[in-house]
């Protein structure tokens, strides 16, 4: 089973800021946190991860809390093709324990 | 630079048949992995190689299906004899070994949408 929750659905505005929740309240210490997006009818496409700070890339930021209970994903300028699915997961390493994709969020972008 | 390839992408056969799907992992990639998603069970992880070698094949269904890594360049995830239950959309996925430290993405190919009648 996934150690993540995620909304099932969100809707942002083109243009305006997405901001995307992930709840791992049993996060280990060593575990990242993933998150990936997954377009209609395309491979899993990755994002971004981090251990404890806060990340930024091209892509989007993360941000994750002090405690590592949860992290926010954030796409600062969404546009229409952000439409997907994005996908919250933790992986430590080692082997295929954590690897595990839930349901996600369907974010959709509206005009 | 070429992403994972994955071929056929589509396959449409009648049960009882053989299917063989394959897999190129990104250049330098040494873990390589297989996953299905279906509508009902969404993601799932059938098997996961590191350096060609099968570490964890718990998400592998059943004996029909059966993957292979002859060298860190293709991999092959065969089903034989196939079901209609086994209608899926295969991905995989490769990345840089996978240690003790979880800290390498997993990039993934487009998939073979798989259709058994």
């Known amino acids: 089973d996934a150690k993540t929750t995620q909304p099932p659905s969100m809707d942002c505005a083109e243009g305006r800021a997405a901001n995307l929740p992930c709840n791992h309240s049993?996060?280990?210490?060593?575990?990242?946190v993933y998150w990936y997006r997954q377009i209609h009818s395309q491979g899993p496409q990755y994002i971004i991860h981090?251990?404890?700070n806060n990340e930024t890339n091209e892509m989007a930021s993360l941000i994750i809390t002090e405690d590592r209970k949860s992290s926010t994903l954030i796409l600062p300028h969404a546009t229409l093709r952000d439409t997907a699915v994005y996908y919250c997961?933790?992986?430590?390493?080692?082997?295929?324990?954590?690897?595990?994709f839930g349901k996600g969020t369907h974010l959709i972008i509206q005009p | 630079d070429a992403g994972v390839i994955q071929s056929p992408r589509h396959e449409v056969t009648e049960m009882g048949q053989e299917v063989t799907l394959r897999c190129k992992p990104i250049?330098?990639?040494?873990?390589l992995f297989w996953y299905r998603q279906t509508m009902m069970r969404g993601l799932e992880l059938l098997i996961y190689?590191?350096?060609?070698?099968?570490?964890?094949d718990s998400g592998m269904p059943e004996d029909r299906f059966s993957a292979k890594m002859p060298n860190a360049s293709f991999s092959t995830l065969k089903i034989q004899p196939s079901e209609p239950r086994d209608s899926a959309v295969y991905f995989c996925?490769?990345?840089?070994?996978?240690?003790?430290?979880?800290?390498?993405?997993?990039?993934f190919g487009d998939g073979t949408r798989l259709s058994i009648l």
């Open positions: 981090g251990l404890k």
């Open positions: 996925a490769s990345s840089l070994r996978q240690g003790a430290v979880g800290n390498q993405p997993q990039h």
């Open positions: 190689f590191n350096n060609n070698v099968p570490i964890d």
């Open positions: 250049s330098g990639h040494n873990s």
């Open positions: 997961m933790l992986y430590s390493g080692g082997g295929a324990d954590g690897l595990t």
């Open positions: 049993t996060i280990s210490g060593n575990e990242y």
